[in-house]
């Protein structure tokens, strides 16, 4: 069983290499299996060379996509899925993650551990739990996220859910496949930051369990300026969550019906923990 991890890429020469270098320790720590697929989101600088650079230097495995024009964080991380399930097997999971180095690889290994201790579906990787910190993040950023986390709490609760912003997600790879079944083209339909909530609200209809695991966010460790558009991020937001509150029907192919399945869950293979 292998460990994939989804790195949406745009413009993030300078932040490849000391996130590969920090992958590239985990392994060695931890005697995982993990495979990157990054996804160069139509960079103008050397994203996609230096990936592949660090990677073979590095001795990680790496599967490169790449779009020819920025298309968004969205079909960033539609792409990333769909190769996934395209490249992976029954059992492996899929990890999604920042490709600026501000959230910590080796929280992969707590994630993995309490989805295979308590089989849970998704683990995310929280701001808002007990050992939580935010560093060099602008109080403003902090405060439309924290924003966001109650208004989603209180008008479209997700159980098990306080960060819903936070794209640092492990996932079951048969979780991913009922939502991919269920949903089809329509999974994806956000393509900026707000990506990442949709997928929560529609990951709902499908009952998942989820625990959010405790993370310490180094912004101050991001090399480049934040791509976000806020303007644009909180316009889509409020329309999601007005979307949620009005309507009681899902946007997906619901004519569609699959059999439910038991989560396999067959652990990575790990060793020689230190």
């Known amino acids: 069983m292998s460990l994939f991890v989804l790195l949406p890429a745009y413009n993030e020469q300078e932040s490849i290499r000391p996130l590969f270098k920090k992958f590239q320790t985990l392994q060695q720590i931890f005697n995982i299996e993990i495979e990157l697929i990054l996804v160069d989101d139509g960079s103008s600088d050397r994203t996609a060379q230096t990936a592949i650079d660090e990677s073979q230097s590095l001795g990680i495995l790496l599967k490169l996509v790449q779009h020819p024009k920025n298309a968004g964080l969205g079909q960033a991380i539609k792409t990333g899925f769909t190769t996934f399930l395209e490249i992976s097997q029954e059992g492996d999971f899929l990890a999604a993650m920042d490709c600026d180095n501000t959230q910590p690889p080796e929280l992969l290994i707590k994630m993995y551990d309490t989805m295979i201790a308590g089989s849970y579906d998704i683990a995310i990787a929280s701001r808002y739990r007990k050992g939580s910190k935010v560093i060099g993040l602008s109080k403003f950023r902090e405060l439309m996220s924290y924003g966001a986390s109650w208004l989603f709490r209180i008008a479209a609760r997700v159980p098990g ?68 558009k806020i303007l644009k991020t909180i316009t889509r937001t409020l329309k999601l969550l007005f979307k949620n509150l009005v ?28």
């Open 161 to 228: 859910v306080k960060d819903y912003t936070c794209g640092y997600r492990l996932y079951n790879r048969t979780f991913l496949s009922k939502l991919d079944m269920y949903y089809g083209e329509n999974l994806f339909t956000e393509s900026g930051f707000a990506c990442m909530i949709d997928l929560l609200l529609k990951a709902k209809a499908l009952k998942p369990k989820i625990v959010e695991i405790p993370m310490v966010l180094r912004y101050d460790q991001k090399p480049t300026a934040s791509k976000m």
């Open 247 to 274: 309507s009681t029907e899902q946007t997906s192919n619901l004519g569609q019906t699959f059999k439910e399945q038991e989560t396999v869950r067959i652990p990575l293979k790990m060793a020689n923990r230190k």
